[in-house]
């Protein structure tokens, strides 16, 4: 069974930039979208970005100036850069599975990393 | 972006019980609508995908159903391990969208 494990800073300060990790195991890499999403404390679910197995990137317009998501393949892994951060972007940050349930669109969020609470404070 | 609302933001209910969350889209978005359950502490779990199909190992009192613009997630006998934050979310186009949530509480 696929497991995603991610790990990344927990405490940064404004201005700086979150940079988080995830890795695959368990599970195949290619035909999938590897997501990344964030909780902020207390509220819903934000869709960052994702990235297809080929590279092909996927950003949410409020996020896309500030965020890039790359793949290192060969280690079954990618990868959230968020520049210029703000205590706004404070927020449990998930890795995730995003499984193509249709020729076109239809991403469902199949498996999930255990989360990593980013803080931003000075 | 296409807007999902979900009511009620949070509910009480009894071991037993049947319970409906309900989630509207801000237009038509066919069947393409996911459920998510997250305990609290916990990443989501994936329960229901393209609005009916029960993802394996997810118990058969979970149903879903709906198309358009208008979804449901019924627990049709609610059990103590179904307490948790119930979020639906648009398939339909890039930008991905979940609903606000709906909390189930213990009554």
């Known amino acids: 069974q696929v497991q995603l494990q991610q790990w990344g800073a927990g405490l940064l300060r404004p201005s700086e930039t979150l940079s988080l990790t995830c890795a695959v195991y368990?599970?195949?890499?290619?035909?999938?979208?590897w997501s990344w999403i964030r909780q902020p404390p207390g509220k819903g679910l934000e869709w960052i970005g994702d990235i297809s197995h080929t590279g092909n990137t996927y950003y949410s317009p409020s996020l896309k100036s500030r965020v890039a998501i790359s793949l290192v393949t060969s280690q079954n892994q990618f990868s959230l850069k968020l520049t210029s951060i703000t205590a706004a972007d404070t927020a449990v940050y998930y890795c995730a599975r995003g499984r193509k349930d249709c020729s076109s669109g239809c991403l469902a969020f199949d498996s999930w990393g255990q989360g990593t609470l980013v803080t931003v404070s000075s | 972006d296409i807007q999902m609302t979900q009511s009620p933001s949070s509910l009480s209910a009894s071991v037993g019980d049947r319970v409906t969350i309900t989630c509207r889209a801000s237009q038509s978005i066919r069947t393409y609508v996911n459920w998510y359950q997250q305990k609290l502490g916990k990443a989501p779990k994936l329960l229901i995908s393209?609005?009916?199909t029960l993802q394996s190992g997810v118990p058969s009192r979970f149903t879903g159903s709906g198309s358009g613009t208008d979804f449901t997630l019924t627990i049709s006998s609610l059990q103590p391990e179904d307490f948790a934050t119930y979020y639906c979310q648009q398939s339909y186009t890039t930008s991905w969208t979940f609903g606000q949530g709906t909390k189930v509480e213990i009554k």
């Open positions: 368990g599970g195949p890499f290619t035909g999938y979208h």
């Open positions: 393209l609005a009916s």
